[in-house]
């Protein structure tokens, strides 16, 4: 699963905004109580809204073209040769995609894409925003509404704190993509409501979902702007950046040398506490790990897609502890559960579905750290 990138050359990041490469991630749900993200006031002492002096402002807006009109099929079989760039876009088992489920239906929007436009403005089951920050890893998804009304959102060409800082057509503030949350601007502290969302590979996703669409990429889908985003698919502009330490665009001050900057980790927080799950540590368990963050019982697990998933494993009202019963599923309360849904697909427990104990999918540790500079790292 393609997790470790980086655009070659040093001389690369200065192209990098907001955070794209050139410009040229069904039965009853579990009863426990969702727990809510609280509202930040401030983030690493730095006081919202964010002053201006704070951003990083590399592209002007809209210089990476958010996707306005996505165009949806089985795969990509159907997208066509573009010749300028020597073939036609290919969608392996292996590429990872941002996976969603609503109202019983599924659709896979690929990092192929996500990294050349980053967001993603859908009507599924409701106005849904999907968004990926290529810089951090990180990819957050939600309803695309400001003030309760259906919104658009583009990329302001801005990073804070080397993520993703995306606008809204209705108010024209600026957003956190990691907080979703509204940083500068007249709706400063508003969050966007979260939808959960799954970071795994196409093979898995399908596999999970066989009836699942998946994102076309532009021409088919539209984007802000000119026609001429149309991008090279096949290629990825930030081969590389995941094994070096250097981060983001010429932001160097990161210092927690607890993990490499890179490690692909998941984060937890709950009831004043953080923790982060490297995805290695988590291997190391055996591919489970069973924890409490904050007084929040959690199950963290692996899978061989790649995935790196974490849960509140409270059904019911009780605590079920998880042990590994093969690559794609956990066993827990008589019952097995598939790694990349949280499902329960046999046993007592069938149809339950298990609750997300994370916001952001996984992503680098640098991200979650600056984010959540007291956390804990598991392992």
């Known amino acids: 699963m393609r997790r470790r990138r980086f655009l070659a050359g040093a001389a690369g990041l200065a192209a990098l905004a907001g955070c794209a490469g050139e410009p040229t991630t069904d039965g009853p749900a579990p009863t426990a109580t969702a727990t809510p993200t609280p509202v930040r006031t401030s983030v690493d002492g730095v006081a919202l809204p964010v002053s201006l002096s704070e951003f990083r402002t590399p592209l002007p807006p809209d210089a990476i073209p958010a996707i306005t009109d996505p165009a949806f099929g089985s795969d ?3 997208v066509p040769v573009v010749d300028r760039f020597d073939g036609r876009p290919r969608l392996r088992a292996a590429s990872p995609v941002v996976g969603v489920e609503r109202d019983g239906s599924a659709r896979a929007y690929p990092l192929a894409v996500l990294d050349w436009h980053e967001v993603v403005n859908d009507t599924f089951a ?24 259906e919104t658009t959102f583009g990329v302001s060409g801005r990073l804070w704190k080397s993520d993703l800082v995306m606008y809204d057509d209705r108010t024209d503030s ?49 984007t802000v702007g000119a026609s001429d985003s149309v991008q090279n698919y096949s290629r990825d502009p930030y081969a590389g950046y995941g094994e070096i330490e250097r981060i983001g665009v010429g932001y160097n001050d990161f210092d927690d040398d607890r993990l490499h900057p890179k490690a692909l980790v998941v984060g937890v927080e709950h009831g004043g506490a953080a923790r982060a799950y490297p995805f290695t540590a988590v291997e190391n368990a055996g591919g489970v790990v069973n924890d409490d963050v904050g007084g929040l019982p959690v199950v963290v697990a692996t899978d061989p897609g790649g995935s790196l998933v974490a849960y509140e494993r409270t059904v019911d009202g009780d605590s079920l502890r998880f042990e590994r019963a093969d690559d794609r599923h956990l066993r827990a309360g008589g019952s097995r559960w598939r790694v ?14 298990l609750r997300r104990a994370n916001d952001v999918s996984p992503e680098f540790w640098f991200a979650w750290a600056q984010f959540h500079p007291d956390t804990e790292v598991y392992g």
């Open 340 to 353: 990349v849904s949280g499902r329960a697909v046999d046993g007592p427990l069938e149809g339950a579905r």
């Open 174 to 222: 600026l957003w956190s993509q990691i907080l979703a949350q509204a940083i500068r601007g007249p709706r400063t502290g508003d969050r966007i409501e979260l939808v959960p969302s799954t970071l795994t590979s196409w093979g898995a996703w399908r596999e999970e979902h066989p009836e699942t669409e998946v994102l076309l990429p532009p021409p088919l889908s539209g």
């Open 126 to 149: 409701g106005p849904l925003l999907v968004t990926y920050c290529p810089l951090c890893g990180s990819g957050v998804t939600g309803v695309r509404r400001v003030e309760g009304e």
């Open 76 to 78: 990509w079989s159907e």
